[in-house]
């Protein structure tokens, strides 16, 4: 089973069009969910490329009360949160350490916030599925809401996750679309938070959304190339 480095490195090998314009682009890998025992609910990113500039690494928290904190290692503006999640909580600007241990493991460290993540993926069929789909699949075809619709929900389904929203607008208005290249899901973790033990990996329990993301029940790991179109574009388009 390839790792998620080696897949996104892959990914930003295939030239693909630059974001709309107006827009941006994303290539990387991260958690699309990690909900916890505790309650606790976490979602990453590390983005190796990325229309904005350079790389980053940004962490979402949502405790228990349903509070989010957003953590970036680069200024919110040339990262991910005022796509994702404009205006959800804190925003925090912190070094964010990853580290891999082999291809089904991999850790994330933010001292500031005295949090600790690891997790361990599972084999799963679909990683190599998704990956030579996208190798073959014309870049006009991905931009078809009904593909992402099929993938979405098809995808949902064989993990357990409920469908996979794949496409749909962001609070402030702007369009997104994602395009997985690999999906892993994760079969263990460990989280500590100021010294206290999250739990063991649990299903998502109800509806929760990440600004205009819809949660997936499962933990899941995805490489993912992700666009984001404002409105104003679109009206221009």
């Not at 925003?91 to 600790?116: N, S």
């Not at 993540?117 to 679909?126: D, F, S």
Request: glycine residues 10%; positive net charge; contains cysteine.
């Amino acid at each position: 089973m390839s790792g998620p480095r080696l897949t996104v490195r892959r990914l930003a090998r295939r030239a693909g069009e630059g974001p709309p314009v107006g827009g941006a682009r994303f290539t990387g890998y991260g958690l699309l969910a990690l909900p916890l025992e505790s309650g606790d609910v976490f979602a990453f990113r590390s983005v190796s490329q990325s229309s904005l500039g350079l790389p980053f690494k940004c962490l979402w928290h949502r405790d228990p009360q349903g509070r989010w904190t957003t953590y970036c290692d680069v200024a919110p503006s040339r990262s991910l949160a005022p796509y994702i999640a404009p205006g959800l909580g804190e925003v925090r600007v912190t070094d964010i350490e990853l580290r891999h241990r082999g291809r089904r493991e991999l850790a994330i460290e933010i001292c500031a916030a005295r949090l600790q993540v690891a997790v361990r993926l599972a084999a799963n069929p679909l990683a190599r599925a998704l990956g030579a789909a996208t190798a073959v699949i014309p870049e006009s075809f991905w931009r078809l809401p009904g593909t992402l619709d099929a993938l979405g929900h098809a995808v949902g389904l064989a993990v357990g996750s409920g469908p996979l929203r794949l496409h749909g607008s962001s609070p402030d208005g702007s369009s997104y679309r994602i395009r997985p290249a690999a999906l892993w899901q994760v079969a263990a973790a460990v989280a500590v938070l100021d010294g206290r033990d999250l739990g063991p990996v649990v299903p998502l329990s109800g509806d929760a959304s990440l600004g205009g993301y819809r949660l997936p029940r499962r933990a899941l790991l995805a490489a993912v190339t992700e666009e984001f179109t404002p409105p104003l574009a679109r009206l221009a388009a």
